[in-house]
């Protein structure tokens, strides 16, 4: 009784191939539902098939740090910019090293691209500094103001204004630091330059003798050398002049006064003194643009970390007891003022910057605040522009070359193994679908972006699948010639044929695994692709490939083994059956005795 059931193990392992095919259906469907309920109907595209901007940043030795440029300052400064450009929403962007000092940003053409690339060219080291002076400038160079200019305008610049989150925000404290004022003399001017250089770590030799502003009104601007100096620059300078504009505030150290430009509305300019840095951006825990529920009106919060509370309280509780524009702080970003609030009370961890915000400005000056604190400056050295018309000739052609293999790889099956074509093109269908749904699905997951390369990983992959069925089909047609029929063959055949596929799927995805992890940029696609199709290759082949062989095996068309089953015993040169064969010999036994 025990010999029976030992002798049905095998086929009663394999007695309910339907189930492992029921599976696989399951899964293909899931996949494919999801794929529809996301909208994510087809892959992702990288900057070569899509089109887009391709950066390349170079890190600059910066004033009294020799040793900045090394690879932890370079690692962290690759995942700020990465984390500044998926704020806003290009996640399949892509921000690599590049030697020892380069960084290469890809950014694909599409929503937000063209913002991204204006906050990637913007890398240099976010501070918070005292507002000192500030003025309109232009070609006419009109006279300084002595505040910002009124509300209402487009984006808020200097017209904004700070206050803590519990604090009410009336009108009138709104309007405060935007209601005119007289034009400061050019004495006043100097004496908010000399106080504001104070707080310069080595002070002038006047410095000590500075009067304050309400106990000598006639001091001289002139008295300190370093004052004059920023007040010549400022009165200079000319901020609707690009260059000017973009070397003003640039290579300064945090302790160093500077004149800086700001923009309010296209087309206009302000200018600024600004006193040392005294909180830098990476004292930003958080920041994000929101919705005041009192006012409905677009503001951004920040939230600073322990010290950078401290700091930040410090500077509000001094400034909110100035008159303007000296109760401004001015948030600058690569030399640049991208924000420049009043202040109307001591602020700590949590703060807002209320002003004539709209969602886009909002957004955008919370995740400079959020993303915009590098460990080093950086210059950019190149840029170059990938058009889609480009990539898509490119993508025509990759998808050309996989079509002519996919041919050559139909044709051979066709013409070698006949009916068992039918089974391996179905596997390579149901392989194809896998790979096409996980593809689309795996770019919101995870950013995953099909480049070129990555269109190649999937080409190999067909050779790779294919490999597959070769091996099992050349196992089953083995037994067959050693005497056996189809079913017992197909169940002989398995065992061996499964550690051959085993172990030559592993040595691949080991390889794609090693290229994966020792290389970056668009290789990593191929690898990545490469390890993917073999992972689904193993899936096809036992869930899929084998049961349907077993299914095949019980029909009469692969049974009977004609010609055009690929699986002849006469054509394979099959010796007689083994049982029969002993059958003749025991029989003529006796008649020769």
Not at 21 to 39: C, E, K, P, R, T
Not at 91 to 100: F, H, L, Y
Not at 277 to 284: H, I, P
Request: proline share 7%; glycine share 10%; with cysteine.
């Amino acid at each position: 009784m025990a010999a029976p059931k030992k002798g049905r193990g095998p086929s009663g392992g394999q007695g309910r191939p339907g189930r492992a095919l029921v599976i696989i259906l399951i899964a293909m469907v899931a996949l494919a539902g999801g794929m529809f309920l996301s909208g994510h109907t087809t892959p992702r595209l990288g900057i070569d098939l899509a089109g887009g901007t391709s950066i390349t940043l170079k890190a600059k030795n910066q004033p009294g740090k020799p040793n900045a440029i090394n690879p932890t300052n370079m690692d962290t400064a690759v995942g700020i910019i990465e984390r500044r450009v998926n704020g806003l929403g290009v996640s399949e962007a892509e921000v690599q090293t590049q030697g020892s000092d380069n960084i290469i940003v890809n950014i694909p053409k599409g929503t937000n691209s063209e913002q991204a690339r204006e906050q990637v060219g913007t890398t240099a080291q976010l501070y918070f500094r005292p507002v000192l002076t500030v003025a309109a400038s232009g070609p006419e160079q009109p006279a300084p103001s002595g505040s910002p200019t009124p509300s209402g305008s487009a984006t808020p610049k200097p017209g904004e204004s700070a206050a803590s989150d519990d604090k009410d925000k009336d009108k009138g404290e709104e309007a405060t630091g935007e209601e005119a004022t007289p034009s400061p003399s050019a004495t006043t001017q100097g004496r908010a330059v000399s106080e504001g250089l104070k707080k310069a770590p080595t002070p002038t030799p006047t410095d000590s003798a500075e009067p304050k502003p309400s106990d000598s009104p006639e001091a001289s601007p002139s008295a300190d050398p370093a004052t004059a100096k920023l007040q010549e620059e400022f009165t200079k300078l000319n901020c609707a002049d690009p260059e000017q504009r973009a070397a003003a505030g640039k290579d300064a150290l945090p302790t160093d006064s500077i004149v800086a430009c700001g923009s309010n509305v296209p087309g206009s300019y302000e200018k600024y003194i600004l006193g040392p840095a005294e909180v830098s951006g990476g004292d930003v825990d958080d920041a994000q643009g929101a919705i005041d529920q009192q006012t409905g009106e677009w503001i951004v919060s920040m939230e600073f970390s322990s010290a950078g509370a401290k700091k930040f309280q410090t500077i509000t509780s001094r400034l909110s007891q100035q008159q303007p524009p000296m109760n401004q702080f001015a948030i600058v970003l690569d030399g640049e003022v991208v924000s420049a609030p009043s202040v109307r009370t001591a602020l700590s961890k949590n703060a807002q910057i209320s002003g004539s915000f709209d969602q886009q400005s909002a957004e955008d000056l919370g995740n400079i605040l959020s993303y915009g604190a590098l460990p080093l400056t950086f210059e950019e050295v190149s840029v170059t522009t990938v058009t889609a018309a480009l990539g898509s000739e490119q993508l025509k052609g990759g998808l050309i070359a996989g079509g002519i293999g996919l041919a050559l790889v139909v044709i051979y099956l066709v013409a070698y193994y006949r009916g068992l074509a039918f089974i391996a093109l179905l596997s390579l269908l149901v392989s194809g679908i896998l790979t096409y749904t996980i593809m689309s699905l795996l770019g919101p997951a995870i950013g995953f972006a099909l480049n070129l390369p990555a269109v190649c990983g999937a080409i190999v992959a067909i050779g790779i699948t294919a490999d597959s069925f070769i091996v099992y089909f050349e196992r089953v047609r083995d037994e067959i010639r050693e005497g056996r029929t189809l079913r017992p063959a197909i169940e002989r055949a398995w065992p061996r044929a499964r550690r051959t596929i085993l172990v030559s799927d592993f040595v691949s995805f080991l390889a794609a695994a090693v290229l994966f992890l020792v290389t970056v940029g668009k290789v990593q696609g191929f690898a990545f692709t490469l390890g993917l199709t073999t992972l689904l290759d193993v899936v096809v082949v036992f869930f899929f490939t084998k049961p349907l062989m077993t299914l095949m095996g019980r029909t009469k068309f692969f049974s009977q083994g004609g010609p055009w089953s690929g699986l002849d015993p006469k054509r394979l040169g099959a010796q007689p059956p083994l049982r029969r064969s002993r059958r003749v010999s025991a029989s003529t036994e006796p008649k020769e005795a």
